[in-house]
């Protein structure tokens, strides 16, 4: 009896049998309604079997790898949440920033989860589609395995329980919320571009520094096995992005004009929704690893310019906001933290004044600007604070309408100026935190009009909790914010003197004596 | 200890020093192995052991997760070798790689010409009639006297004349290898070389046209790879577009002229970057990119691009092809991956180029 023996396929081979083998192209339909998305952004795409594939995963591998992560993180999880692990990081003031992470990111992974599962349906090509299909699948577990992780500390501390109720609430939250929304609402290629390319490679490394590197230094196992488990998934998501802007640039020249815009434009966005992340380096971790500035420069300035450097051989420039990020590294975190500082009724977090040893670290990293502009704000509010007049400003900001921070950042080349810009559209008057929203805006206004504001909404009663009559005469728009948002009384005020203090003192107190 | 490593499906097998991660070894032998963060996190660089044994070094249980590890697979950007080892990794096949194992050679200086101010042609006839396999575009290394050392250089000479190699070497100022070439070689000499080394050579099989892109004394290996075309009686359109700073530093000139009088398939376009207004010079002038550029109209699809030059020269001619709308699968330069690639210099957008 004759036998075939078939030979042992290649890497390449099984990857291809169980990936791009497995699609086929409509026949009962023609596959331009099948696929109706990736035509209107005006991408054109010549051959989608120039796709090359930048991570060989076939499916079954995929499920196998990660359900054991799933099973090592969750034995790690356990193990820290049985030893209260919780009283083991450095210092309270630590959880605020798993307050701050839990309200802005878990719900973004969601968002990105949703938005590749519609990317990946979207996409002709079975090479992109099952990468998109895989990473959907990562970030879902990002959002889930991130709120696992921080569940624990809900159950001893304040402001953790309602953040999902609060991510498209709260003032502050609403910066990554439009992000993801603005890249979500956009075409598939742009939104791969926003996540697949700003997002997960030119910001992510940024991204890790506070929430792996910061919270291993500030003795938060559970957050940091979070963070390694994810991590682990990174590289794939960021070759996707890189290897769709290089499709996207090779299959027509026409494309190149699109793509940098687009890059233009995220890699704003993305600028701005860091602010926040990076005063969490500089600001809230009680064990510092880096400054901000620090990571700027070396993620931003040194990796991301060697990728513009490499993608200059295609045509593309370094994008439009590249000087204006370089100037504001060393301002922007410290405008966020007073601008957070100043709100402490209105915040899912605590603020504080930094120490006088901490101030010293931020002259150190800032000599150029931090004594200068920053530090003369600081020590008046210690003064006020010490007189028992901390300042509480009770004022609504005022949001751009493009990234949605507070308009609080300062004037290119003048410290000492707040950027203002406006722009009229239809006889409405639209406000700016910099040229670079302003000119996202006036690209697509349909679009931008659109944004909820809250902090502008409420003045027309639209940021009211259930059965509040906003038709009664004696209506007053704004005055049911803490029920609006579910603020938990205990997480108002100043760190100092809160609830989250004296407990975790107490408890620490209690495991380490007797 | 060292040990060897034999690299599947590639079938090659490299030394690995004691200590020294696979990654790190397969860029320093030319291999590219598929590679991100290079500190054992993200998991890009994961192979398949089939043979031997590894220490997994400080590979992240996230990254390379426990059932890995029994099952055989290792991050080769942490992973050193206990033994000799195989592994197999995610790489491509290339079709027109002949893979000639390395062997070692004596040779007798048979001839010396000055082909330019600066660099020296030099011949050696291998000893006992023996001749030196190798593929167009690949390398030697030529074993100088004293402690010298070793220098790699560039075939001149096509594969079909094996027996004679022909070397273009253009003085270094103050390098003592090409100082003594140029100084103190003469005919007659004895000198021993290994070879042949390289990844670079022609993809024949893809069944397109070549454009050849060369340099100063970065002409070598075209010169060696025109050469074989045209034996071979390839009729698919060759391209040369040679660069020289001026007459005097252009050589072979008058042989790719009569090269392509004969072959209808073969284009020579010589450009001079640095020559005198006056000079009569009829040909283009700038660099080789701007010559391409202006032959190809801007439109370099459907050409297989192999790149040899100074480094600059290299990359205005890699941006001025993307430009022209030819990308990385058909882009070949005789630059390799070195140690320093693994350690993040550049971003991952282009892995060969």
Known sequence: MDMKVAKKLGLKERYTMMTRDLAWDTTYQPMDKVFPQVTYEGIKIHDWDKWEDPFRLTMDAYWKYQAEK???????????????????????????????FLGSTPPLELMAGRGFSMVGRQMVGAGPRVACMMQAVDEYRHCQTQIHSISNYNKFYSGLSEFAHQQSRMWYLADGKSFFDDAITAGPFEFMVAIGFAFEYVLTNILFVPFISGAAYNGDMAAMTVGFSAQSDEARHMTLGLECIKFMLEQDPDNLPIVQRWIDKWTWRGTRKLASVGMMMDYMLPKRIMSFKEAWEIYFEENGGALFKDLARYGVTVPKCFPQTIEEKEHITHQSWIGFYMKPDAMSFHTWSPSPEELDWLSEKYPNTFDKYYRPVYEHWAKMEKAGKRFNNKTQPMNCQVCVTTVKYNEPGDPMTTCFRESIYKGEKYHFCSDHCKEIFEHEPEKYIQTFITSHQVLQGKCEPEGVDTDAPDFKPGSHMMEYWRLDPDVQGDFNGSLDQKNFAAWRELATKN | MSHELTIEPLGRTIEVEEGQTILDASLRAGIYLPHACGQGYCATCKVTITDGEVDHGSASNFALMDYEREEGKTLACCATLEADTVI???????????????????????????????????????????????????????????????????????????????????????????????????????????????????????????????????????????????????????????????????????????????HPNFTYVPALSDEPTDSGWSGFRGFVHEAAKAHFDNDFRGNKAYLCGPPVMIEACISALMQGRLFERDIYTEKFFSAADAQQVRSPLFKRV
């Open chain 2, 88 to 262: 197999e990794a995610d790489i491509e096949i290339d079709e027109d790689a002949r893979d000639i194992p390395v062997r070692d050679f004596h040779g007798t200086v048979s001839r010396i010409e000055n082909l330019t101010p600066t660099i020296k042609g030099i011949w050696l006839r291998l000893n006992n009639g023996e001749v030196l396999d190798f593929q167009a575009g690949q390398y030697i290394n030529l074993n100088l006297p004293g402690d010298i050392g070793a220098r790699a250089f560039s075939l001149a000479n096509p594969p079909s004349t094996g027996n004679e190699i022909e070397l273009n070497i253009r003085i270094v100022p103050g390098g003592r290898g090409t100082g003594w070439i140029h100084e103190s070689l003469k005919v007659g000499d004895k000198l021993s070389l290994s070879g042949p080394y390289g990844r670079f050579f022609t993809h024949k099989s893809a069944g397109l046209p070549s454009l050849f892109m060369a340099g100063g004394s970065g002409l070598s290996s075209p010169r060696s790879m025109v050469l074989e075309l045209l034996e071979e009686a390839s009729t698919l359109p060759i391209t040369l577009v040679y660069g020289a700073r001026n007459q005097a530093e252009l050589y072979y000139h008058q042989e790719f002229l009569d090269l392509a009088a004969k």
């Open chain 1, 70 to 100: 799933e099973r090592k993180l969750y034995a790690i999880l356990d193990a820290f949440n049985q030893n209260n692990g919780h009283l083991s990081v450095t210092d309270a003031r630590y959880i605020n920033v798993l307050k701050l």
